[in-house]
């Protein structure tokens, strides 16, 4: 299991990782975390002539609250995520959805901006980005440009991204008094791929439901939104009632692939107690 | 007899002591070295090409890109290597009308199992290999693919030469089989799956082949439980003097079974560098792991029970199919798991009427063979999912419904309705013990007072009896040349310390430590004056090695007849020096002393230093022996069986499937326990991986006979995050075969932990209308028997 021989640059500035990625032809990689990339170069499943390391570029770093968004660099690890006070203030959602992202060693190296674009329709980031209503700030040689987290994730481990662009940062709204979250997901093993996970996070103003956004993982071959069960919830006050109208209309929402381990019908049976269960436990802002 | 005094509160007692390892710390020190840890001059390493498909044709491989490679010193096709190295055959002589078909070491004109090695690609270095195996081009033309076990039984033979896809089959009957059914108030009948999985060793398969033509003489590094048995396959199938051939086996990061069956790829690597006169590395990655590593398991059991009102078993019936690949393994055979399936039924329980069929099929699937447990497992969870089902239609407790059955502690010697031959067993003892220490009663409330919650907790139980210590005929009588006796080499240094050499190895259970620990207990030494060595042919006895549970018992035996020849030995040079009868001596704290007063006469540095470079001032005739060589067969009990008690206790959820295992118990009779914590970790492991074939493990195939979860994030290990607290306890009923009177434990654990999973799953689903007779028990399988899905 060794990758086929390929040349290696650590840029200085996101200017010359660019620069450096439109020299290649096309036939370069940007290579931060390395926690999908290299198992992938080891499998021969990718094998590009160079891989431009980013991962210390200061510019891709740091978390910060800008206005009423939080700044996440794109090259923050998955710990930072997990272990920041700023996020779990601000975006109480990803610090949740943080602790089940893999396992310590791989959260250790493996970055926010990353997980965004390899896309991995089962990651927490990514489908947790959707439900935060994400923007992604875009570098390019072309310039910036930002796009919408529900614009983003166009297929399997397919994205906005063009060819040589590179994620510099994702921007979260901020979380305010009224914002309520929850995450979860169920996976044989701790840190496992989930059979299915969902993250909701909604704006509850005594107790009526004023926006709500419920994300679904691993349950087809981008994150999914449950718009309908969003809208039969928005307006309303959660009841056991309105749980199991919208556990019934989650239907209409996911249509999630199956195998001979887990069934279509199993992630879809899961899905629906995951969100009972989800829509029970929504939290405040700590 | 036991002889020994056993007593701990003698000086340098060890045996019955939890002593640290010797070799804990160098390895947690990341000095451990593995085979591929060794470079030598000259190296090339090896990769290889695969079938993809399951079954077919070999119609064209063209190597020539590949061979123009820079780097890439050969390139071998099945041909090449079949010109120098016999075929082997995977069956024996006692499994009447067993047959396989002959293996190479590269496929030769057809494929039969995806992931069979087809090409040899030998390079600079490894990366330049896979590059190269990118280039070979594989022309096959794909066959149907037999994947399934019951259609294999009735299609045309995967092989040639072969008339059928049945590899072995056999029956047992004790008679009366059917009167009792007649006559039982109750028959409960189940069908059982269980799925393949595999070893996953933390290192994989390794081997460093080293041939050098000048000696006609081969070395090889090679990570394996059984170096002496491969240093006599290498020498018989290259033709090579078996004196000529070394088989070293370094530290070895884990083997359960999966590292004493014959490879292709080892044998093409030896054959590699027999062709090119230089060494060759092979390490097997995680992938070519899954696809080419031994699978086990893989059975489908029909059996039912005949039971009275009263709870009292009268008869079982029990068929058996088991899929095994393309071929049986070699030289073990891949027919031991089902024949110790159909023989291991039933074994806890006192009734005598007893049938059973075992058909061992082919199919195009990777080989199955002898793993952790052979076997165990599955006799064990069919047995007990059986009683415990016959327990629910009499409402009968579980425990109750055990003690109407076992066979009593005094009843022994006595034989099984399959023909075993049980020494002395502790059944009775044992369930009492489990039961006290799982606080059952407590556990029964508990799980009353939650269900009224709508929490579902349950409690299984399983018994079990382990086969330890296995004599010839468990292979020798086959014609197999797997030695059932070991041997061992301990000498005195001339500074007085003690080297022991001996040929069970250690694979990380600790073996070393407690070969150190007898010698050093036997001898008088301190523990850290013996030095223990094992795993290279070359400066060790030929003897068995490590394979179903036989490292304490036989080994451990041997160790304790080699130290006390040494002693009589040391005693005898220390009368001479002392005009002291020997008889009236010992050895303590690595003194000669006065046996009745533990008066210090001399030390052992001075009887060493004596012997060996003043032996001037020795009598007249005498020869100092300071080196001993002994070896020992096991006698009399062609097995010695050990049993025990598993408990489990688990919370189901019975909206997702997931099941959480809270708590598991043991209860286990190996007789002397030389050091009771590797005992209990030796345990602890296996229990680990019954609950990984109980809710984990699976090897998944397609219908193509395509493995479609080769890879750790798709094949579930157990991780710590998911294994419960593990309580142990003792019951040690010495075996009278052996002065130690050790048996094995190293397959305990994994015998009994799937059985009480299931139990206890299933009790927590009573009254759901729902019952698992597959393992794993996966989230999918719960909601399906449930009807939630």
Known sequence: ?286 | MNVFAGSLDRPNSYIGRSVTRPNAKRLLEGKGRYVTDLILPRMLHAAFVRSPYAHGKIVAVNTEEARALSGVRAVFSGEDLSAICTPWIGTLDHFRNMKSPPQVPLALGKVTWSGQPVVLVVAESRAIAEDAAELVELEIEELPALADPVEAMSAEAISQGLDSNICFATKLDSGGVDEAFEAADLTVEQNFIFGRHTAVTLEPRAIVADYDPSENRLTAHHATQTPYQFQDVYSRHFGIPEANVRVVAPDVGGSFGMKLHVYHEEMAVVGASILLGRPVKYLADRMESFVSDIHARDHRVTARLAVGKDGRISGMDVDDITAIGPFSSYPRTSAVEGNQVVRLMGAPYDFSSYRANLSVVFQNKVQTSQYRAVGHPIACAVTECLVDAAARELSLDPFEMRARNLIPDNSYPRKSPTGYQFEKLSHEVCLARLRAIMNYDDLRREQAELRGKGILRGVGIALFVEITNPSPAFYGVGGARISAQDGAIVKLTPSGEVHCSISVTEQGQGTETIIGQIVADQLGVDRAKVRVMTGDTDTTPHGGATWACRGAGIGGETALQAARKLRNNLLFIAGLILQAKPGELDIREDWIVEAATGQQRISLPEVARIAFFRSDTLPPGTQAQLSVVHHYAPQGYPFAFTNGAQGCLVEVDAETGFVKILKHWVVEDCGRIINPLLVDEQIRGGVVQGLGAAFFEECLYNPEGQLTNGSLADYLVPMACEMPDIEIAHVETPTQDTELGAKGVGEAGTAAASAAAMNAVNDALAGQGAVLTQIPMTPTRILRALGSI
Not at chain 1, 7 to 28: C, I, M, T
Not at chain 1, 35 to 63: M, T
Not at chain 1, 72 to 97: D, M, Q
Request: aromatic share 6%; net charge negative; proline share 5%.
């Open chain 1, 1 to 286: 299991m060794k990758a086929r021989a390929f040349d290696y640059v650590r840029p200085h500035s996101v200017e010359e990782a660019l620069q450096a990625f439109a020299n290649a032809d096309g036939d370069a990689a940007y290579i931060a975390g390395g926690q999908s990339l290299v198992p992938a170069l080891a499998l021969r499943l990718q094998a590009p002539a160079l891989l431009i390391d980013i991962a210390r570029l200061e510019e891709l770093h740091g978390l910060s609250v800008i206005g009423d968004h939080l700044r996440i660099g794109a090259a923050t690890r998955h710990f930072e995520i997990l272990n920041s006070g700023l996020v779990r203030t601000h975006a109480p959602l990803l610090s949740k959805a943080a602790s089940f992202v893999a396992h310590p060693a791989i959260r250790n190296r493996g970055t926010f901006g990353g997980s965004l674009a390899l896309a991995d329709p089962a990651s927490e980031f990514p489908a947790m980005s959707l439900a935060l209503g994400a923007e992604i700030e875009i570098a390019s040689l072309a310039g910036n440009r930002s796009v919408a987290a529900a614009d983003f994730f166009l297929g399997l481990y397919e994205t906005a991204l063009q060819p040589g662009e590179m994620i510099r940062a994702v921007h979260v709204p901020a979380a305010t008094a009224r914002t309520y979250c929850a995450f979860d997901e169920l996976a044989r093993r701790r840190g496992d791929y989930a059979l299915v996970g969902s993250g909701i996070n909604a704006e509850i103003d005594n107790g009526r439901i004023e926006r709500i956004r419920i994300v679904f993982l691993a349950v087809g071959s981008t994150p999914v939104q449950a718009k309908n069960v969003e809208n039969l919830l928005i307006g309303n006050c959660l009841t056991p009632e309105l749980i199991r109208k919208a556990q019934e209309t989650l239907e209409a929402d996911l249509d999630p692939p199956g195998d001979e381990q887990t069934p279509a019908e199993m992630r879809m049976h899961l899905a629906r107690v995951l969100l009972g269960r989800l829509l029970g436990r929504l939290e405040a802002t700590p």
